[in-house]
């Protein structure tokens, strides 16, 4: 067996510990898959004396993160500190510029500087991988990137937060409330105490800019996203959503057209038979439509130490085999300069639930304003009768134009009738 | 841009033109993605008058595959004769002796030759890419070879035949029987004239060998696999197996055990709300479970001239970016030894559909045959009653062994009431 590749760790939290344990656990097997053994010798953390459930022996021990990049005993480095910014960066850009390959599950980073560390991979060389950094221990990263090269890509897609996607699934099962659930997905670790990242589309945003990028090789454009968490999403909205034959996702899509490229991570209603429907939980999904392959599907766990590890040290693998791939599959000087196409010119269905005063009139009052605004109805659907008092009307749209769609809703907020801000949901036919 | 890679394609059936189709539509984001140009310089098929849709103009033509491979104006070879013996073998290892990359989706060469070409590209050096022989456009090879290689994979199963799950979709949705659907198949082209080698199981075959031998770190073996078709499941059983919760689908299984590697293609009666009930029509799916990742879904169109040249082309981009692997991800002498485990000793649970005269004392005979075989009944049903006449019985067992089941079976349908051969499902959790 040939020499090992030998490694730093910076960040032992969940993922760094699963890291650490996957190496020791498989390390035969990993050893045969890539060539040659590899081996963690030197950590970095902020708590040295911490019990992680392993040991650090014979381990060296960098209290700061940068000394790894530094490090010369090392041959690669992996970076599980997380954040666009700081340390994390830091880290990164020094080990990249002492000539040492990194891996990284900082999607954060990817997506925000994705571009310039494209630019100083290929000026100076150099190996970044992120496999880990979207949908956890899905090869969606070397699917797009290598699997499915041959593809004109014309959309992807995907649940892509598993927080997100386990809040939905048990309001749905469960007839609970956004925060009911929420509180309960904290006491589970399933969610953060700032929760904020995940619930309001922040994370999904990170991970589809780095899938639209790689799907459509195009500079990655994390500042083009129309972003909307599920914080407004009902058990009301829900359980409509079941009876009109839909599920409520958060999905992240990237669609490329003649106009342009359309990036956004919002809510949607996708048919209850659809691939996407039948994603549940913690579970998370990435598809691509290529013009040679059709519509392929990937599923997994998008989080988690073991799922994020085997990403992280397939990642190794590669670089231990010198399997090398461009950061965004292609250089950058032949990257696509289509333009950003904004949401407003979004074209789709959509839901709408209001909350109006149950009396003659005010459907007639809704709808007309949608037909001032040339949106045409598939369907109307008025729940339970309560003269005088607050009762759900469901208003299911043909396609039409998001900034129409806005002014209409803005109206139809406005009428004396409607006693809630409407709930706006799209609906999408993945 | 650099030097292109220069391409042979013997074989321009459906496959074939497809893939000379792909690299020149798509010439430019190829070019991009594989850091140089792939052009097509030479061909060889039976026919050169034969119109393909497109122009042969500029290309070498060769009469004889094998020239391909003696051919010094190529740097890579692709193979679409397909038969693991005579010209498509005989030009692949001559490409490889020639010192040519080969891409090929011949799943019967590697599944019959696996072991020897490995040995041949382990003595000599070189690459010999297949994404195309597994699942079509699925990058299940890659999923598996790299993607998870940091896992110990404990089963990979899938439905890998798209012309039996075209059948077994049509007999459900329609409730035909399957010679009606199978002459229907062949109508449209999903089906051969002769069909045998679909809807018997052995292509299905070939490609869990495959899959079996890259997940497992084992040489493949073909021999050890057991096979059945679908030519025995009935639109009766399709439709008890509705009432029952399932849906029959004919899967290719292997997992790893204490004892050693069982690896199995036959119908199977699954959960219909599994991932693999979901999976319909000419659509293929691939699932692996890995101890660090949990459990992987790949769905995809598994055949085709798209999604095959869409994997072919993925092969190309790998070799014109010096990106390679092991051809069964390691290296063959650190290959496990794990025994094969044979099909006697599966075990798993059993739906039984007899025939059996309505009087009394007839299922008291079946089931005191099962209950001497140590086979713990779950439920009985019997449909219908005509007296005197033959009415369906349908037995799911708990969990046995499969010695045991084929004995009880071989009794029970030379039980007197027992009017036809019973027929048996096997029934499975994924």
Request: glycine share 12%; hydrophobic share 50%; net charge negative.
């Amino acid at each position: 067996m040939s020499t090992p590749l030998r490694l730093g760790i910076a960040g032992l939290g969940t993922v760094g510990g699963g890291v650490v344990q996957l190496l020791r656990r498989n390390a035969e097997i990993i050893a045969a898959r890539a060539g040659r053994p590899i081996e963690v010798v030197a950590v970095s953390a902020r708590d040295r004396a911490r019990d992680r459930g392993f040991g650090l022996d014979g381990l060296a021990w960098h209290k700061d993160p940068l000394a790894l990049a530094a490090d010369p005993a090392l041959d690669a480095v992996v970076e599980l500190i997380g954040g666009a910014e700081g340390p994390a960066r830091a880290l990164v850009e020094g080990a990249l510029d002492a000539g040492k390959p990194v891996v990284t599950a900082n999607k954060a980073l990817l997506a925000t500087h994705g571009v310039a560390l494209a630019q100083r991979l290929e000026a100076r060389g150099g190996i970044l991988g992120y496999e880990a950094a979207v949908a956890g221990g899905i090869p969606a990263i070397k699917a797009l990137r290598e699997g499915l090269a041959a593809n004109r890509i014309s959309r992807v897609a995907g649940i892509l937060n598993g927080t997100c996607n386990y809040i939905l699934t048990e309001m749905r099962q469960k007839g609970l409330a956004f925060e009911t659930v929420l509180r309960e997905a904290q006491a589970l670790g399933y969610a953060e105490a700032d929760p904020s990242f995940d619930i309001d589309g922040v994370d999904a945003a990170h991970k589809l800019a780095i899938l639209a990028a790689l799907a459509f090789g195009r500079p990655v454009d994390l500042g083009a996203l129309h972003i909307e968490g599920i914080r407004h999403v009902s058990a009301l909205d829900i359980a409509l959503a079941g009876e009109l034959g839909y599920r409520i996702k958060l999905l992240g899509i990237a669609s490329r057209s003649e106009a342009g490229v359309t990036a956004r991570v919002h809510p949607c209603m996708v048919p209850a038979d659809s691939p996407m429907a039948a994603v549940e939980g913690v579970f998370n999904a990435v598809l691509a439509e290529g013009d040679a392959v059709g519509r392929v599907v990937l599923q997994g766990r998008g989080a988690g130490a073991g799922p994020t590890a085997s990403a992280v040290v397939a990642d190794l693998i590669d670089i231990a085999r010198g399997r090398t791939a461009p950061l965004w599959g292609a250089a950058s000087e032949t990257l696509d300069a289509s333009p950003a196409v904004p949401m407003a010119a979004h074209r789709g269905a959509y839901y709408l639930r209001l909350m109006v005063v149950d009396r003659p009139g005010v459907i007639a009052d809704v709808t007309g304003v949608l037909r001032d605004a040339q949106i045409s109805l598939e369907s109307m659907l008025q729940r339970g009768r309560a003269p005088d008092e607050a009762v759900p009307v469901v208003l299911v749209t043909h396609e039409c134009e998001e900034s129409a769609m806005r002014e209409a809703l803005a109206r139809i907020a406005a009428l004396p009738a409607v006693m809630e801000p409407p709930a706006m949901i799209r609906i999408e036919g993945v």
